[in-house]
């Protein structure tokens, strides 16, 4: 019923920064807390941020300082905003949405960082 649409991954050199976009097609303002997951190869998959409906946000301490989570509830829409971006932090990044009781993912991104 509700689907989430990624974009912005990509390559980047350690240092640089990329912003991913997460978008859910869903009625405006349905949409509970919205949030980050990352899963690196041979790891568990980590919370790497999340926001509420409220606006309050939470982060991973591996990433505090470095990215910043923000969304438009209107559009339904979530970034991750990544800087000074780590070797350690190449990943496969997945959003995901909340609404009612149900949790809805996105199909997943790449980012890799490297020389």
């Known amino acids: 019923q509700v689907q989430l649409t990624q974009s912005g991954g990509g390559w980047v050199q350690p240092g640089g920064s990329l912003r991913l976009s997460c978008a859910a097609s869903?009625?405006?303002?349905?949409?509970?807390?919205m949030g980050w997951y990352r899963q690196a190869p041979g790891k568990e998959r980590e919370l790497v941020a999340t926001?509420?409906?409220?606006?309050?946000?939470n982060y991973a301490n591996s990433v505090k300082g470095r990215f910043a989570i923000s969304r438009d509830s209107a559009k339904n829409t979530v970034w991750l905003q990544m800087n000074s971006l780590k070797p350690e932090d190449t990943a496969v990044y997945y959003c995901?949405?909340?609404?009612?009781?149900?949790?809805?993912w996105g199909q997943g991104t790449q980012v890799a960082v490297s020389s």
């Open positions: 869903a009625s405006p303002f349905t949409i509970n807390a």
């Open positions: 926001i509420t409906g409220g606006g309050n946000t």
């Open positions: 995901y949405a909340e609404k009612g009781t149900n949790r809805y």
